[in-house]
Antibody, heavy 126, light 110 residues
Framework: QVHLVQSGEEVKKPGDSVKVSCKASGYLFISYYIFWVRQAPGQGLEWMGVINPINGRTNYAQNFQGRVTLTGDTSKTTVYMELSSLTSEDSAIYYC???????????????????WGQGSLVSVSS | QSVLTQPPSVSGAPGQRVTISCTGSSSNIGAYDVHWFQQLQRTGPKLLIY???NRPSGVPDRFSGSKSGTSASLAITGLQADDEAEYFCQSYDSGLSGYVFGTGTKVTVL
C-alpha cells in the first residue's frame, strides 16, 4: 500500500534553513505529484508548494516564493522540502501529500490529496 | 491565514448526526470542488471526501459531503467514539492561484 514516510523532528535557530524528506513507497513514484502543506500550532493547514517528481518542475505558493525549494530524487523515491531564513513563525508540522490529478467540476485540471505523510515537526527558537 | 471558514467545534452523542460547514467565496468553493479530511491526534490527515461528495475506498458511508454555492458541508451519521478528530475542508482559490484549507473543526463525541 501507499506510504509516505517523513524525516524526524528538527530544532533550528532563527535564520537557519531546514530540509525535510518524504520517502514514497507502494506506488510508481514518478506518476504522482507531491505536495507540501504545513500546520502551525493552533492554526489551519497551509499549502506550500508542489513538485512533479518526473522532471522536478515546481510550483510554489505565493507566501513561500523565494524561501522554499522542493527537489526530488527518483532513485530514492524521495522528495525534499527546504525552507530558508527561518523565523519562529515557521515552527510547525510539515506534511507531504500525494496528489491525484482529476478534472474539477470547474473544468480545470486540479489535484486532491489522497495519502499524507506522518508529518515532521520543525521548531525554530533562539 | 485560512481562507475557508469552519465552526471551531461540533459535538454529538453516539449514534447522532452532526454536520460541519465550510464557507468560502466565489474564487474558491463557488468555483471549485471541495475535499474533506479527518485528522486524528498526531497523525497526518486522511482523505474522507473528494470532489464534493465522493468517498474513497474504505471510508464508511456514514460520511457524506455536499456543496451549494460558496459553502460545503460534511455530515457524519451514526456518530462513533473514534470519529473524535479534527476535520478540514479544502479547495482551490483562483485569486491566490493555490490550494486553500478550512480553519478546522473539532468533533467531540459526548
Amino acid at each position: 500500500q501507499v506510504h509516505l514516510v517523513q524525516s524526524g523532528e528538527e530544532v533550528k535557530k532563527p535564520g537557519d534553513s531546514v530540509k525535510v524528506s518524504c520517502k514514497a513507497s507502494g506506488y510508481l513514484f514518478i506518476s504522482y505529484y507531491i505536495f507540501w502543506v504545513r500546520q502551525a500550532p493552533g492554526q489551519g493547514l497551509e499549502w506550500m508548494g508542489v513538485i512533479n517528481p518526473i522532471n522536478g518542475r515546481t510550483n510554489y505558493a505565493q507566501n513561500f516564493q523565494g524561501r522554499v525549494t522542493l527537489t526530488g530524487d527518483t532513485s530514492k523515491t524521495t522528495v525534499y522540502m527546504e525552507l530558508s531564513s527561518l523565523t519562529s513563525e515557521d515552527s510547525a508540522i510539515y506534511y507531504c501529500a500525494r496528489g491525484i490529478y482529476y478534472y474539477d467540476s470547474s473544468g480545470d485540471n486540479l489535484y486532491y490529496f489522497d495519502f499524507w505523510g506522518q508529518g515532521s515537526l520543525v521548531s525554530v527558537s533562539s | 491565514q485560512s481562507v475557508l471558514t469552519q465552526p471551531p467545534s461540533v459535538s454529538g452523542a453516539p449514534g447522532q448526526r452532526v454536520t460541519i460547514s465550510c464557507t468560502g467565496s466565489s474564487s474558491n468553493i463557488g468555483a471549485y470542488d471541495v475535499h474533506w479530511f479527518q485528522q486524528l491526534q498526531r497523525t497526518g490527515p486522511k482523505l474522507l471526501i473528494y470532489a464534493n461528495a465522493n468517498r474513497p475506498s474504505g471510508v464508511p458511508d456514514r460520511f457524506s459531503g455536499s456543496k451549494s454555492g460558496t459553502s460545503a458541508s460534511l455530515a457524519i451519521t451514526g456518530l462513533q467514539a473514534d470519529d473524535e478528530a479534527e476535520y478540514f475542508c479544502q479547495s482551490y482559490d483562483s485569486g491566490l492561484s493555490g490550494y486553500v484549507f478550512g480553519t478546522g473543526t473539532k468533533v467531540t463525541v459526548l
